[in-house]
Structures are given as structure tokens and as C-alpha cells.
């Protein structure tokens, strides 16, 4: 299946990724591609399959008891932040 | 020469105090000063902390300790988080990304004294079979510097077949580290999921996701998995069981080991490369082990599966950047929305922002049934179609690539043809399995690999199977002219 210039739009929008016009008709074709591609599973037959919740059988994900285990290191973590100012990130002004 | 003696002869000779780790790191150092320009194989060299690390092994030497990594110098995909060190995934996105922590293959792999040299180049996120999608431009394969290593752990590939280093840690998500092992004539393991934590390695896609090892041999990768593998409780799909002794089976005989040969993976396979295979099942016969075809009905549906479950969760995971807590920030942004959309159409590559965009088309509302559910279905028949086999057979052989490594450039248009590259390695990663590739000859002077794969947690099956089969071949001693 080709997808349409505004399909890959709406696409590009819900991924919160600006696509500029010249890189637009690239992606419009090879998604398309690749939807054509991905597109050779209808033909698979899973009925009565239940789809695949773990690699491994039998396996689930663990849970850990509801402890604090982590200290405060927000310093360290915001030395990789953009723009940060007493302790808080910054980002442009949301409410008016 | 030092760069070519196996982990094993390098802790002997440090054992009896011929060489330190100090004498060691600095040789590999200057191997990556003189051949890194050309190999483009290493983002970022630790120089001053890898010999600050060395002399710190040779110190805990001298006070007694012994281990088989003491003292020997590694390198670090750059997917694994490295505290003060710059951890950039390939991409501009992390370009200035300087991680607060170690990734758990970090620090156990310190903990056993190996001396981390440097980061090595990737494709970007992980996302790609050639290394050519690194924000920091392609690596070259040693074996002829026109054409790619295979991806996505591409340096880590290169970096051993050059003997930058003996050893180095790697992802496998779809074949990321088969795939460049075979392309670049060195033995890689992806071990089963869960088998190595996942903390601090930057997650791509997180049902099949799993870190491994490159090494020049099967003996030499079982040093450094032993060091990697077990449980970490800050994984929450590490598996709590006991970590086998991968060194001290290598040596079991091979006599009446059932080998399953996947007729899927052998039709319309070109003659060569058959070839090739076809010797390698014949040295393992040699040795012992008896094989049988075995068929697996649902196996050829594996990349189209693969191409809606990995760029889906990948979607997901890759939606925590967004220019605020870290990573790019697009200049001056007018309001939020300006400031996600652009941080993250400048930080990423065309390759990743096509898989985000894949992703996100395949679980968004109307699509979701005939794609993503679609698609985890088909992965429960792949599954149940490798656990049957092994209930007949010990491990399954098959190539680990359709072609040798390619031309830098020859397949960067055309995804699809990319994504075809994987398409005997993909198979392990959907059904979560234990796999290895071992280099098997040469096609027009390029290497060439023969994949094992083996049923849950029989990574010590793998290693023991791939020790044997290069006690009995040398293909995994030849070195890429020039770097001998």
C-alpha cells in the first residue's frame, strides 16, 4: 500500500518530528516501500495465534518492591539539560 | 606481535608478569592512533583513563588477584552508557551526551579489570546493517576500506578485525552483531535475551534488544560473556539464573551433537556462499556431530515481522527525546511544540526518523490490528517453529549474511534492499535465542560467516561448538592485509 504525502504528514506529526520540504518526497517513497513491504503479512495465517507478550515462555516482567533506591543526583543529571535553572529545566513559556 | 595473542596467552603473559596491562593498553593505543583516520572505527579515545585503568589492573595484579580480563584493554560500543565519558549513540541527538552512570556490561566488565580503550562507532540508535546511518560518518572495513563492516555495532566489528583491541562489547537487535562479525572475519555472539543486563544501554527495541561480544575466537568471547552475563535486578527482563562456565566446556567433544540444517535459509542461496556453509557442516560432521534439514514453515515471514516490531517499540522508545531534560535543542524555539519537533527533526538521522515515523504508523488508530498485532502473532508461529525444531536437534546451522560486505554507498537509497541484509540473523532476535557467527572463508577476498543458533540459555553449546570447529579451521586467525 502507497501512503499519500498527507497520510506521511500526519505521521510526521504525531512522532512530534519536523520533516523539511525537500526531505518530504523521500520519505513519502520509501515508507512507501516499506508499508508494501511489511504488507506481505496479510497473507500469513494466525488464527486462533495469541500474539507474543515475551521472547521467552512463561517469562513475565518482574516487579520490585516499592522502596526508594535511588538518590538525589539531579546536579549530575542536569549537567546534560539544555537550559536549566535553579534545579528546574527550562522550556519555552506554555501557559500565556 | 600482542595484538594478535588470544585473551588467553595476554592474561598469561601478564600472569607471569612479561608484559603489564600498562605496556599492553599503550601498544593498542598507539594501533588506534595510527589506523583509526583511516577506519573511522572509534567515536571517542580514552586514552588518559584507559592507562589510568591499566596501571590500576596491574596494581590489583601485584596485590594478588587474578581473572582472565585482568589488565586486557576492550572497547565499548557507544549504545552502553560510560560515566564522565561522552555516550553518543551515533547520533547528533546525544552528540554532547556525557552519562552520569555505567551501563551494567560496563561496570562488571570493570570489575573484572578489562581497561575500555575508547567508544566505537555505530549506526545511529542501532538502527541499520552497515554503519553508514553513524552521525559520525561510515566505518571502513579492514578488509578493504571501500566497503561497510555490516552494522549496527560496525566499530566494535571493525575495531577487533583490525586488532585494535582483543575484544569489544556489541548490541544485537536484528543482527547487529552476526551480521559486521561475519562481514569483518571475527567470531560475535548475541546471547539469549536476558541473559545480559540491559542497564545503561541505550534501548532501541525492547522485545528484542540484547548486548553481546565481538573477539577474534569462540574461546575469547567466552571470557568476556562470562564477565558480562547474569542477573541484575535493575534490568527488569535480566533472568535470574546461574551463569554456566563457558570457558570450561569449550573443550567437550562434539560426538553425537544434532545439527539442524535450515532448509529455508538454504534455498536460492548463491552458490559460494553455500559452498562455504556446506564446508563448515562438513568439518562439524568431522567432528563428530550428525545433522539432519529441518524445516521452518513461518520462518521466511521474519524481516517483514521484524519491520513492524522493532520500529514500533523503537517509536516509543525514542519519544523520551525531546530537547528538555537532555540531548539536541533546536535553537529558539517559539512554544513546545516548535521545540519537540524541531530538536528532534534536526537531532535524528533520515534513517531513524524513517523508522519512528514506520513505527508510529504501524500501532497508530487503524492500523494497529492489520500491523502491529499482526505481526506479534507471525512471532509467536517463528517462535513456535524454532521450539519445535529443537526439540529435535541441538543447534541449527545456517550462513550468517547473503552476501560478503558491501560497497560504502551501494544500498543507502533503497531501505528494504537494506533491511534484506539481515535476513538469516532476524530470526534468533524474534524468538529471543542464543546465536553466534564464526568467520568460514572468503568470497572475491571478503570473509564470510556460518551462523549457530541454539535453544534458550545454551550459549555454552554455541561457544563449545564454534571452539571445536576453530581447533579444527583457521579461517578465524587470518587478519585483513595491513593489519597483521
Request: aromatic fraction near 8%; include cysteine; charged fraction near 20%.
Amino acid at each position: 500500500m502507497s501512503l499519500t504525502r498527507q497520510e506521511v504528514e500526519k505521521i510526521a506529526h504525531l512522532a512530534r518530528l519536523r520533516i523539511t520540504e525537500q526531505e518530504m518526497p523521500v520519505y513519502v517513497h520509501s515508507l512507501s516501500a516499506i508499508v508494501e513491504f511489511v504488507d506481505q503479512l496479510a497473507k500469513a495465517d494466525v488464527a486462533g495465534v495469541a500474539p507474543m507478550a515475551h521472547p521467552l515462555a512463561g517469562q513475565t516482567q518482574r516487579l520490585r518492591a516499592d522502596e526508594v533506591t535511588e538518590t538525589d543526583r539531579h546536579e549530575k543529571y542536569q549537567a546534560n539539560a539544555p537550559a536549566v535553572q535553579a534545579g528546574l529545566y527550562l522550556v519555552p513559556r506554555v501557559i500565556e | 606481535m600482542l595484538h594478535n595473542r588470544s585473551i588467553g596467552e595476554l592474561a598469561e603473559s601478564l600472569a607471569r608478569k612479561e608484559i603489564s596491562s600498562v605496556e599492553l593498553t599503550r601498544h593498542f593505543l598507539a594501533r588506534i592512533e595510527a589506523m583509526n583516520p583511516t577506519l573511522n572505527a572509534l567515536i571517542t579515545v580514552t586514552a588518559p583513563q584507559a592507562l589510568a585503568e591499566a596501571a590500576a589492573a596491574d596494581r590489583r595484579r601485584a596485590a594478588g588477584e587474578h581473572g582472565p580480563l585482568l589488565g586486557i584493554p576492550l572497547i565499548h560500543k557507544d549504545i552502553f552508557c560510560t560515566d564522565g565519558v561522552r555516550t553518543s549513540c551515533g547520533s547528533r541527538m546525544l552528540d554532547s551526551f556525557v552519562a552520569p552512570y555505567d551501563a551494567t556490561v560496563v561496570e562488571r566488565l570493570k570489575a573484572a579489570g578489562a581497561v575500555t580503550l575508547g567508544k566505537a562507532n555505530m549506526d545511529e540508535f542501532a538502527m541499520g546493517s552497515s554503519n553508514e546511518t553513524s552521525y559520525y560518518g561510515p566505518v571502513r572495513n579492514p578488509w578493504d576500506p571501500a566497503r561497510v563492516p555490516g552494522g549496527s555495532s560496525g566499530g566494535s566489528a571493525a575495531s577487533v578485525a583490525a586488532r585494535l583491541a582483543p575484544f569489544a562489547t556489541g548490541t544485537d537487535t536484528g543482527g547487529s552483531i552476526r551480521q559486521p562479525a561475519a562481514l569483518t572475519g571475527i567470531t560475535g555472539i548475541k546471547p539469549t535475551y536476558g541473559r545480559v543486563s540491559r542497564y545503561g544501554m541505550i534501548a532501541f527495541a525492547s522485545s528484542l534488544d540484547q548486548a553481546g561480544v565481538f573477539a577474534r575466537s569462540a574461546a575469547d568471547a567466552a571470557f568476556a560473556l562470562q564477565a558480562m552475563s547474569g542477573f541484575d535486578p535493575r534490568d527488569s527482563t535480566s533472568v535470574d539464573a546461574p551463569v554456566p562456565d563457558y570457558a570450561g566446556t569449550l573443550d567437550a567433544p562434539l560426538a553425537g551433537l544434532r545439527i539442524g540444517l535450515l532448509k529455508e535459509f538454504f534455498e536460492g542461496l548463491e552458490p559460494r556462499n553455500a559452498a562455504l556453509i556446506e564446508a563448515a557442516i562438513g568439518v562439524l560432521r568431522g567432528l563428530g556431530a550428525v545433522t539432519r534439514e529441518v524445516s521452518l514453515p513461518s520462518l521466511p515471514l521474519s524481516v517483514p515481522t521484524y519491520y513492524v516490531v522493532a520500529p514500533a517499540e523503537c517509536s516509543s522508545n525514542l519519544s523520551r527525546f525531546d530537547g528538555v531534560r537532555y540531548g539536541h535543542r533546536c535553537e529558539n524555539p517559539k512554544d513546545l511544540a516548535d521545540l519537540y519537533q524541531r530538536s528532534r527533526g534536526e537531532g535524528f538521522g533520515a534513517e531513524v526518523k524513517r523508522r519512528i515515523m514506520t513505527g508510529t504508523y504501524v500501532l497508530s488508530a487503524g492500523y494497529f490490528d492489520a500491523y502491529y498485532l499482526k505481526a506479534q502473532k507471525v512471532r509467536q508461529l517463528i517462535t513456535d517453529d524454532f521450539r519445535r525444531a529443537f526439540a529435535e536437534v541441538d543447534l541449527l546451522v545456517s550462513p550468517t549474511t547473503p552476501t560478503p560486505a558491501f560497497g560504502i554507498g551501494a544500498k543507502v537509497d533503497d531501505p528494504v534492499t537494506m533491511y534484506l541484509n539481515d535476513i538469516y540473523t532476524i530470526g534468533a532476535n524474534l524468538a529471543g535465542l542464543p546465536a553466534l557467527s564464526a568467520p568460514c572463508g572468503f568470497v572475491d577476498g571478503l570473509p564470510m560467516g556460518v551462523q549457530l543458533i541454539g535453544p534458550h540459555f545454551a550459549e555454552a553449546r554455541l561457544l563449545n561448538a564454534a571452539h571445536q570447529y576453530q581447533r579444527a579451521t583457521d579461517w578465524h586467525r587470518r587478519a585483513a592485509p595491513g593489519y597483521a
